[in-house]
């Protein structure tokens, strides 16, 4: 259970970080890209012996699965990216968050993981919290038909994400193979996104700083740890990986939104406290099933 306070954890820091982005000015893709150099290298010090270590990386039978999720974090960073500009931050909130059904279906009708009524309760009341206290606003949430795609596309991918992780976590990954692992995604994130750099240095569009390049170092440090202690947590024998996954998404929901009140001064909504009173619940239950 501590891999998963640490990967909640890890995970509110990320979104201290990301407000202060704005407060700041930082450029987000800049420091995103940046972000996943630092979170390699993180992993690279920390968990490598030796230069032997780095050279068997693409003879792995999990080195095909960090390419993949290594291209995804970065597709999804700018699908996110287009859906914030068309149909707002609350969108892509709750398009991210509500994913995790997709590893939860996988973890119960795939893996064969218990399916009891309180476990259901739960998930539900989950799904339900993420959506109340993302929504920063009276009104709720409204998609124009032709921007429906971008959500559609940020849920399904942030999804296939933590399933992918799950997937190669159970089958390919050793336990003493987790931090170079962890580390090989964020590199090839990193890899695919100095391609778009050098895109907008072509066209003219490129004008990096030292608050990008702070803000990046700011970002990759726990980003790299809520991805190593997520997947460590989903090797916790007892737990099962549906619990996991709604626990990590809903304890981050939660955790977020008390900072949003303490560091920000956010002011919640009725619906925002029904949100975390739900969240609450659901986590009772969800712990509870097991």
Not at 42 to 65: A, C, K, M, N, T
Not at 76 to 103: C, D
Request: hydrophobic share 55%.
């Amino acid at each position: 259970m501590i891999y998963l306070l640490l990967s909640i954890l890890s995970s509110t820091i990320i979104f201290v970080v990301f407000r202060l982005y704005k407060k700041y000015g930082v450029n987000t893709l800049q420091a995103i890209i940046v972000n996943y150099f630092i979170a390699c290298i993180v992993g690279f010090f920390g968990y490598i012996e030796g230069v032997d270590d780095l050279i068997r990386i693409p003879s792995e039978p999990w080195f095909l699965g960090t390419v993949f999720l290594g291209a995804m974090f970065i597709t999804v960073f700018n699908l996110a990216a287009i859906t914030t500009q068309r149909s707002g931050l609350s969108v892509v909130s709750v398009a991210t968050k509500m994913s995790v059904a997709i590893p939860v279906f996988f973890g119960i009708f795939i893996y064969n993981e218990s399916l009891g009524l309180l476990k259901i309760s739960g998930i539900l009341l989950a799904l339900a919290a993420v959506y109340l206290s993302s929504i920063k606003t009276e009104k709720g949430i409204k998609i124009k038909k032709r921007n429906l795609i971008f959500p559609l596309l940020v849920f399904i991918g942030s999804g296939i994400i933590d399933t992918s992780l799950n997937y190669l976590e159970n089958f390919y990954v050793s336990e003493t193979d987790v931090g170079l692992f962890s580390s090989s995604i964020f590199g090839i994130a990193g890899i695919i996104g100095i391609s778009i750099l050098i895109g907008q240095a072509v066209l003219g569009k490129l004008k990096i700083t030292w608050k990008n390049i702070a803000g990046g170092i700011a970002l990759g440090i726990p980003n790299y740890f809520s991805i190593y202690f997520l997947v460590m947590a989903l090797r916790a024998p007892g737990i099962e990986n549906s619990v996991i996954f709604t626990l990590n998404h809903v304890g981050i929901v939660l955790a977020s939104t008390i900072l949003g009140i303490v560091l920000f001064k956010e002011v919640l909504l009725k619906k925002n406290w029904i949100g975390i009173a739900l969240a609450i619940i659901s986590i009772i239950l969800v712990a509870s099933s097991q």
